[in-house]
């Protein structure tokens, strides 16, 4: 295994203000954190390289909005994310 970093390669914005991004990793990847960096969302995740890829799906809320409850169980929590010079507040969730 190693640890390799991705970035989001496609957004869709959905009702209840929703936002999904989606991730290209590894069959199999375990996602470990994701930050901002350099100004871009960024996820860690523990990978076997060769594995074969496949789409990861991200729910990602801002500080304030409403949201389905139902989120909590169908995606796991992942990190909160500051992007723009911190105004910018990212609640980052993997579905499951």
Do not use: C
């Amino acid at each position: 295994m190693k640890i390799f970093k991705y970035q989001p390669v496609s957004a869709v914005s959905s009702g209840n203000l929703l936002h999904k991004f989606v991730a290209v990793m590894p069959k199999g990847a375990k996602v470990l954190s994701a930050e901002a960096q350099y100004g871009k969302l960024i996820f860690w995740a523990a990978v076997v390289p060769d594995n074969e890829p496949e789409a990861r799906e991200f729910a990602v809320l801002m500080t304030g909005e409403e949201f389905d409850v139902a989120i909590l169980h169908s995606h796991r929590f992942i990190n909160t994310v500051l992007l723009d010079d911190q105004d910018l507040v990212l609640h980052i969730f993997e579905k499951k």
